[in-house]
T-cell receptor, first 113, second 114 residues
Framework: AQSVTQPDIHITVSEGASLELRCNYS??????LFWYVQSPGQGLQLLLKYFSGDTLVQGIKGFEAEFKRSQSSFNLRKPSVHWSDAAEYFCAVGGQAGTALIFGKGTTLSVSS | DAGVIQSPRHEVTEMGQEVTLRCKPISGHDYLFWYRQTMMRGLELLIYFNNNVPIDDSGMPEDRFSAKMPNASFSTLKIQPSEPRDSAVYFCASSPSGRVTEAFFGQGTRLTVV
């Protein structure tokens, strides 16, 4: 079955600390992986995506993610978190054009001062 | 481009009433998706279209839900009759044709059925 698991429902980090959000996927074909961010009352904004090639991908707002095929993981990282990063983060997996994205349940990030 | 446009942003209706949600995809995008977001179930795909044709509607919960795409620039999601358990945020997303599906989301419609 195709699925995405985000094990952490809620994470709190201190401003300036590093961040890692976990994502594991199950997908029968070549996976294409995405991270989206959702601020309260807003739609989903694409942070970064992995299609092929270098397994470490850079995104907007200083985020990066690493694809590890052996672990079926695509964890999101940021070296230094800012208060404005507080939001909900979604990992998603998709396939070839013509397939819909499958989303994880999301991880809510809180940033403490 | 203005992005994916959804209307209304908020809708409050009484149980039993008909509700119509609207979406204008990004110009030139061939795919249109409707998702529903709830606390319990997260983001669920309801239905998606390719070139105005429904491809997969297996996520539509009941016959009370229907979706149409009469042309490349407009889609509707209709619930008739509405029930309190339909309360959720409904997102429309569109995607260009190409090698991989990458979805661009609208702001969503928050539906409350009382």
């Amino acid at each position: 079955a195709q699925s995405v698991t985000q094990p952490d429902i809620h994470i709190t980090v201190s401003e300036g600390a590093s961040l890692e959000l976990r994502c594991n996927y199950s997908y029968g074909a070549t996976p294409y992986l995405f991270w989206y961010v959702q601020s309260p009352g807003q739609g989903l904004q694409l942070l970064l995506k992995y299609f092929s090639g270098d397994t470490l991908v850079q995104g907007i707002k200083g985020f990066e993610a690493e694809f590890k095929r052996s672990q079926s993981s695509f964890n999101l990282r940021k070296p230094s978190v800012h208060w404005s990063d507080a939001a909900e983060y979604f990992c998603a997996v998709g396939g070839q054009a013509g397939t819909a994205l499958i989303f994880g349940k999301g991880t809510t990030l809180s940033v403490s001062s | 481009d203005a992005g994916v446009i959804q209307s209304p942003r908020h809708e409050v209706t009484e149980m039993g009433q008909e509700v119509t949600l609207r979406c204008k995809p990004i110009s030139g995008h061939d795919y249109l998706f409707w998702y529903r977001q709830t606390m319990m179930r997260g983001l669920e795909l309801l239905i998606y279209f390719n070139n105005n044709v429904p491809i997969d509607d297996s996520g539509m919960p009941e016959d009370r839900f229907s979706a149409k795409m009469p042309n490349a620039s407009f889609s509707t999601l209709k619930i008739q009759p509405s029930e309190p358990r339909d309360s959720a945020v409904y997102f429309c997303a569109s995607s260009p044709s190409g090698r991989v599906t990458e979805a661009f989301f609208g702001q969503g419609t928050r539906l409350t059925v009382v």
